[in-house]
């Protein structure tokens, strides 16, 4: 199983990023996927999760500046992130959706810096 998240960078704040995450090794049309982040000394935390169906969810803090999205052809899920603040600053990783779902080894991630 691979994950590979890409699409990270430094941003101002304002500014946007697309993250893009490229899934092997599973069925990944059967599960739901998510977008996770780890800041600095913080927990992984989930961002946003897009159902095997297409219906979607997100954390507090991103709601109406993050959209999820996935390509069952292509394997993908994208992350489209507006309005980028500093506190979104974080190693962004792609993984299986769900709180109690295992999960596949995580990848790499991506990083995302918002400076001020």
């Known amino acids: 199983v691979q994950l590979q998240a890409s699409g990270g960078g430094l941003v101002q704040a304002g500014g946007s990023l697309k993250l893009s995450c490229t899934v092997s090794?599973?069925?990944?049309?059967?599960?739901?996927m998510a977008w996770y982040r780890q800041a600095p000394g913080k927990e992984r935390d989930s961002v946003a999760t897009?159902?095997?169906?297409?219906?979607?969810r997100y954390a507090d803090s991103v709601k109406g500046r993050f959209i999820i999205s996935r390509d069952n052809a292509q394997r993908t899920i994208s992350l489209q992130m507006n309005d980028l603040k500093p506190e979104d600053t974080a190693v962004y990783y792609c993984n299986i959706g769900g709180r109690n779902s295992p999960k596949q080894p995580w990848g790499q991630g991506t990083l995302v810096t918002v400076s001020s």
């Open positions: 090794g599973i069925r990944f049309e059967a599960y739901d």
């Open positions: 897009i159902f095997r169906l297409g219906s979607t």
